[in-house]
């Protein structure tokens, strides 16, 4: 794993922690607030929006999860400042979203567009608070990554693809447990033990045996290892759960639907053939059905690229988000 | 004025306000193709997060399903390009053909991956856009709108100004062979009594009982108190203390006709009048599934200025009070605080609604129009959790 | 159905007779003295505490599990004695639809 050792990989360090993007995010709180957000952020390369269809009329598991979802996200290591666009009505508070962003030590501002006084005034704003905060992030030190330095996240398609494919992500999260990295691996584990899980999971897979924690959904582990995040079985989902619990960098196998990137962490896209093979422009990596022994090499390869520079899913701006919803919404 | 100028559009799908070229992801992870391949073209598009999972019930499907055919045979679109991950995807492009819509698709993994869908994707989309070019506007009886009606961040002034305005409106296009739909099943609880009066027939008296009884239930089985979602703390700050206020505030927006059906969300009215909708309270899951029922103008009530619109559908946005309206004038359409000032009454505040709609039907732009509002989602199915094993399929 | 003071704005607005609360078109500091018609009845409403613009000022007296009257239907019940004048809203009210009424 030479590539990625000895500060191979260029971060920079954020009130929100070490991370390998400067992303101003901007966050609105509620799906009434989604427009003026992408209108602050159009043209401006350095920040991008959020987009969900969250926040009003949900009922309160719901409410709390997409608290929880925006708030892990304007946390993020990999953001160097967020903006929280509110609406002003809505049941997840702007304010409340913003103060806990704040609380958590992130660089953050506020606009409310019934506050400022419509859209236009809430744009106008809301481009004065990026220009702050991009300011600020301006003094943010850089600084050499190390695998220990770094959080991948794992989406979970890949435990039901064949073993001869599924061994090479066992193998790369072996590698990067051996290399001090902390791993999450997404998962559906519906309330089994994890532990158990893991094991009836994995057990048709050869490969190196690992050990996982446990984590609840976008939730951030305490310290590193390698941990099961109970997720639903929805892709995007998955990526969100994530995204909100700290991954600098997400590993998706493409095994169904298609690629797509993470407004806050780099996506490494692993296409699992056949399925995948329509996709051989899009993916960083593609799997055979028999893959060759360096096949977890490449893997690994495309996660310390995607950490290095833009995705070109980044750059054309195909982003997957949603916060999955767990009761009607009302 | 018996006649407005509106687009005609072939075979049942009626007349249109508009005359967009859209591009609908037929599932969320098509979601960033749509955009990526819309942009700059003229074309306007729509963004969701609906993603089918194994446990996918059949009524979730197909309420999914005839909202994005009703959307996408809106008669305010000339055409629509459909955005498919996989192939089995694009099951509803011989739907939404056969309502005499022009419609093309592009299955992304047959496109040879993003990139390949969004070249392919705009090589689609030109003729599409090129033909409705052509299109003009024709003289038609007023009677060929169907009005939505919805009201957000609603405060008390809503059921006072705004809403009651609204209704005069409504009730002059009902009586001018119009269609008006009235929605937010959850904002209904507490009027029914009310509305069930002003059924047209026991039946449907009986269908309002239901779809407000159902919502309650659905609301108790997830064990939730509705007052947690309903009224919103907005709400109870602008001086709303009960769901039944709120509720009898938001009804005030459908007038005083005969309640002629109850539809299912998304669903198209067979008949002409006022009828209700079964939708949930969200503003924006409510909005679709009346465009997605075929209304080609909508008439928003507002306390506090919610600044939502829709991608197809002008949304004029009325203020119940001139703080609001003067704040959020970026946002807002028109101005119904001025019946608190005594510069209008509820009858001449009604009748400008009425005139402005008639206008916007016709090409005027609405703030949400010229902001590029577009907010879409979709509503799933809220009643799995009352449904047994006997009566879910 | 109006309510007013001297001025030509209207101050409160009962919508309709039955109400037994008319909502504050204008913040109504403590001590203001307001009309308010019903038929062709005149009372005259102190409000006790300020009443936010909005907000309900009370125009009858209710007991202890009396409906509260707007638009001429219930739109909740009283949590406690209401007298004329005094702030009605979520700490002297609660709603009545917890559970499913038909008819």
Known sequence: MAEASEGAIRGWQHPSGTGVRQHLLVIPSVICAAQAALTIVDGDPSAVAIEHQHGCSQLGGDAHLTEQVLTGLGIHPNVAGTLVVSLGCETVQGVALHRSIVGRGQRAEFVGIQQAGGTGAAVRAGREALQRLRSGAASDAQVALDWADLCVGVEGAWLGVPPGQARVFLEVIGELCRAGATVIQAASTAGVDANDWWEQATRQVPGPRVRPGTLSYATRPDGAGVYLMEAPPSRIAQKTGLAAAGAHVILSPLASGLPAGCPVAPVAHVGIAPYARPFAEDVDVMLDENPQEHAAAAVLDAIVAACRTATPLEAIGVFEMAIHRIGPTM | MGEILLYRRPGARGWGARNHVLVLPLVASASGVARALARGTGATWVEHDYEPTADNLPRNRERIALTLVGFATNPNVGAVLLVADTPERSVLLEPIRATGQQADLVVVTEAGGLRGAIEQGRARLWPLLTKTAAASRERTPVAALMLGTECGGSDALSGITANPALGVASDHLIDAGGTAVLAETTELIGAEHLLARRAATPAVAEDIYQIIHRYEAVVLAHGEDIRGANPAPGNIEGGLTTIEEKSLGGAKKGGTRTIQQVVEYAGRPATSGLVIMDSPGNDIEQMVGMVAAGCQVAAFTTGRGTPTGSAIVPVIKIATNSHTATRMQDNIDLNAGLILEGAETLETMGRRIYDAILAVAQGELTKAERLGHREFSISRYPFAVLDTPTTAR | ?103
Request: glycine share 10%; proline share 7%; aromatic share 2%.
């Open chain 3, 1 to 103: 159905m109006s309510g007013s003071s001297s001025s030509a704005r209207p101050s409160v607005l009962l919508l309709d007779a039955k109400d037994t609360a008319a909502v504050a078109l204008t913040p109504l500091p403590t001590g203001t003295a307001i009309e308010v018609t019903r038929g062709g009845d005149t009372t005259r409403v102190v409000a006790e505490t300020l009443i936010p613009f909005g907000h309900k000022i009370a125009v009858a007296p209710m007991a202890a599990g009396d409906p509260v009257v707007k638009y001429g239907e219930v739109i909740g019940v009283a949590t406690t004695a209401i007298r004329p004048g005094q702030h009605v809203h979520i700490h002297n009210v609660r709603s009545d639809r917890a559970g499913a009424h038909h008819g």
